[in-house]
């Protein structure tokens, strides 16, 4: 089955400074690649995802690039606010239309330091 | 439009006992999936239901059983609880067409 890793653990970085988690997987028939941050007391929420059929894709603030070749994906923040403070996972599998079962890396604390 | 529900927040249950979780999805979504967080083996994912039937089924035992109703809601019913079990329980649903999973606030499970 997939294998995610995630790093690092834990991200602390000055406010206004950007962030970078790595995350890394296994089956090279995953095809799509979300990224969730979850607060404390809340569930995961989305904020933004790619497929494989893109390299990068951009949201204001948030950007997740992919290397299909080499397995691996990124979640870039810029310009990191006191909100962007929670846990974020990335996650990997293969969408053939349903809901299939993502796997999901360990998680980033990201702490952002004012 | 209301996010996914889950029902209850917080769950104390002793070992052996059994325990069911509800989640009701955003109106229209048909597919429901449901996760187990604890902090060793972060989030799992435990099976995904869609128009009644189970579609998807992670790596979990038998003890672990769900449903889903005609009108989307489901149903997670944990057996034999063991002390393993306290976890964080998390409904996520969807359209059913590989759209983004919209998660709740999860079910606290606490075995003594």
């Known amino acids: 089955g997939e294998n995610v890793e995630q790093h690092p653990s834990t991200l602390s970085v000055q406010e206004g400074d950007s962030a970078v988690i790595k995350c890394t997987y296994s089956d090279s028939a995953s095809n799509y690649f979300p990224w969730y941050k979850q607060e404390l007391g809340k569930g995961p929420q989305l904020i933004i995802d790619?497929?494989?059929?893109?390299g990068e894709k951009k949201d204001q603030r948030i950007a997740v690039t992919l290397n299909k070749t080499a397995k691996h994906f990124s979640l870039h923040i810029t310009e990191t606010q006191p909100e962007d403070s929670a846990v974020y996972f990335c996650?990997?599998?293969?969408?053939?239309?349903?809901?299939?079962?993502?796997?999901f890396g360990k998680g980033t604390h990201l702490i952002i330091q004012p | 439009k209301a996010g996914v529900t889950q029902t209850p927040r917080y769950l104390i249950k002793t070992r052996g006992q059994q325990v069911t979780l509800s989640c009701s999805p955003i109106?229209?979504?048909?597919?429901v999936s449901w996760y187990q967080q604890t902090p060793g083996q972060g989030l799992q994912f435990l099976f995904e239901?869609?128009?009644?039937?189970?579609?998807n089924k992670g790596n979990f035992p038998g003890r672990f059983s769900g449903r889903q109703f005609s009108n989307s809601r489901s149903e997670m019913n944990v057996s034999t609880l063991e002390l393993g079990d306290s976890a964080l329980y998390l409904c996520?649903?969807?359209?059913?067409?590989?759209?983004?999973?919209?998660f709740g606030n999860g079910t606290r499970l606490t075995v003594t």
């Open positions: 109106s229209g979504h048909r597919s």
């Open positions: 996520a649903s969807n359209p059913g067409d590989g759209s983004p999973l919209h």
């Open positions: 790619i497929r494989s059929n893109v």
């Open positions: 996650a990997a599998t293969y969408s053939g239309g349903g809901a299939d079962g993502l796997t």
């Open positions: 239901y869609f128009s009644e039937t189970q579609r």
